[in-house]
C-alpha cells in the first residue's frame, strides 16, 4: 500500500468534518480552527454560499479550457472588479499561491526587460523553482540550488537596504505586507512608502503578495490598503477561494500588454469550479462585510491575548492586524501548539519562535475569549514544565 509523503509534522489527529470556524475528528472531538488549512478557510469551513456554487456549477461543466467562453468566468469578472482598484484591468486564475507568484515575476522580467529581482529576509513566496528563488529563508532553500539567477535579498523594514539595492537594472520588488510563515512580521510604514518611491524612480515594478494578508484577513479587501500605495501586480490566493484551490494574479493594462500568447498557460487555471468558488467568495466577503469583521474581531483577540498573556516570562511580542496574529514566544512553539490541540484549539507556528493565529472571520466572542484561556493556560503549562526541568 501507498503511503503518502508528507512535508508538514504530522499532527496525529484524523480529521472527519468541518464546519464553520469548528473541525471535528474522529473520535467526534470538536476543535475550534485558528489553523485554517494554513488560512484557506478564512470564510469558514463550506461556507454555504460557496458550497451552493460550486454544486451549481458541477451540475454544469467541471472543466473548460479558457480558450472557451464561460458565463461563470463573466459573472467572477464582474463581482472581482468590485474588489480591487481600476488600475488592475486584468486577472488571472492559476492553481496555487506559489504559481501566482512564479508567473508575477515572469511578467515582472518579460513587461521591464530587466532581470534582477528584490525580495526579503525571512519572506515566504511558495516552492516552486522561482518562488523559491524569492524565499528568504535558507531552510527551504538548502539543497536546491542553484535557484533562479539574479534574485537578491535585503533586510526586512530596512530602509537603507532598498535604497542601496533598488536601480535601474532591477524588473521588480517582491513584498509580503505581513510577513506570514515568516513569523509575523509587519512592514513599516516607512519602508513601504520608500519601496513604492525607489520603484517608481527607476522604473521598477512592485508586487505585492497578498495570498496570505489578502481577502479581508487584515481588516481591509488588500493589506496594501493599510499603506497607501498600489501595487504594479497583486497576488491573492488561500481565502479567495473558500476553499477551492486557486490563486489570482491581478495586473495594470501596460502589463498585459506586453504579454503575448503562450506566455504563460495552465491546464486548470481559470476553471469553471475555481471561477464559482471565487464568485461566491468575493460575493461572501462584500454582503457580510467581512474585512470589517475581521478588524473588529481581530482587535478584541489580540488585546486580549495581550492583557493575558503579555506579562508571561515566556512572551517576547504580541503583534498582528486583523485576524492574523502571532505570540512570539522566548521557545520555540511547538509544546503551546501541541497543547493547544489537546485542549481542543488548532493554531500553527510561524518562524521559529513565533505561535500564528489565522482564525475565520465568523469567530465569536466566546470563540474569542475560550481561545485566549486555552493559550494562557498551555503558555503556563510549558512555562513550569521550562522551570521544574
Ligand atoms: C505569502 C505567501 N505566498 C505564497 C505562498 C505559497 O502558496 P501555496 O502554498 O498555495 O503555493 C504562501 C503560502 O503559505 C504564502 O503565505
Avoid at 358 to 379: A, K, M, Q, T
Amino acid at each position: 500500500m501507498l503511503k503518502y509523503l508528507k512535508f508538514y509534522k504530522d499532527r496525529d489527529v484524523i480529521i472527519k468534518k468541518a464546519r464553520d470556524q469548528y473541525v471535528w475528528d474522529v473520535n467526534d472531538t470538536k476543535y475550534l480552527d485558528f489553523h485554517t488549512g494554513h488560512g484557506v478557510a478564512f470564510l469558514g469551513h463550506r461556507n454555504p454560499h460557496v458550497v451552493n456554487s460550486l454544486i451549481n456549477q458541477l451540475n454544469k461543466i467541471m472543466t473548460l479550457s479558457t480558450s472557451f467562453r464561460a458565463k461563470i468566468r463573466e459573472e467572477m469578472l464582474e463581482l472581482l472588479s468590485k474588489i480591487v482598484p481600476s488600475e488592475f484591468e486584468y486577472v488571472t486564475l492559476l492553481n496555487s499561491g506559489s504559481e501566482a507568484v512564479d508567473f508575477a515575476l515572469k511578467i515582472a522580467r518579460k513587461a521591464a526587460g530587466r532581470k534582477k529581482i528584490i525580495y526579503f529576509h525571512n519572506s515566504f513566496h511558495g516552492r516552486t523553482f522561482g518562488a523559491l528563488s524569492v524565499t528568504g529563508n535558507p531552510r527551504y532553500r538548502r539543497g536546491f540550488e542553484p535557484l533562479v539567477p539574479e534574485t537578491l535579498s535585503v533586510k526586512y523594514n530596512d530602509v537603507d537596504g532598498v535604497e542601496r539595492v533598488v536601480d535601474e537594472n532591477t524588473a521588480a520588488v517582491i513584498l509580503e505586507l505581513i510577513q506570514g510563515e515568516g513569523g509575523i512580521n509587519i512592514a513599516s510604514l516607512d519602508f513601504v512608502k520608500v519601496i513604492k518611491q525607489r520603484c517608481m524612480e527607476v522604473g521598477a515594478l512592485l508586487i505585492i503578495d497578498e495570498v496570505q494578508t489578502g481577502f479581508g484577513r487584515t481588516g481591509k479587501i488588500w493589506a496594501f490598503q493599510h499603506y497607501n500605495i498600489l501595487p504594479d501586480i497583486l497576488i491573492s490566493g488561500k481565502a479567495i477561494g473558500g476553499g477551492f484551490p486557486v490563486s489570482a494574479v491581478f495586473l495594470h493594462g501596460f502589463l498585459a500588454n506586453k504579454l503575448d500568447p503562450g506566455d504563460h498557460g495552465s491546464t486548470y487555471g481559470g476553471n469553471p469550479l475555481a471561477c464559482a468558488a471565487v464568485k461566491a467568495s468575493t460575493e461572501v466577503l462584500i454582503d457580510k462585510n467581512v474585512p470589517e469583521q475581521a478588524k473588529v474581531k481581530g482587535a478584541k483577540l489580540l488585546s486580549m491575548l495581550k492583557k493575558r498573556l503579555s506579562d508571561s516570562r515566556l512572551i517576547r511580542d504580541i503583534r498582528g492586524l486583523g485576524l492574523m496574529i502571532g505570540i512570539e514566544l522566548r521557545t520555540k512553539p511547538q509544546n503551546i501548539i501541541r497543547c493547544a490541540q489537546d485542549n481542543g484549539l488548532l493554531i500553527l507556528k510561524a518562524g521559529l519562535t513565533v505561535a500564528r493565529l489565522l482564525p475565520p472571520y465568523l469567530i465569536n466572542d466566546e470563540d474569542i475569549s475560550w481561545g485566549v484561556e486555552v493559550l494562557d493556560r498551555c503558555i503556563n503549562e510549558e512555562l513550569s514544565s521550562k522551570i521544574t526541568n
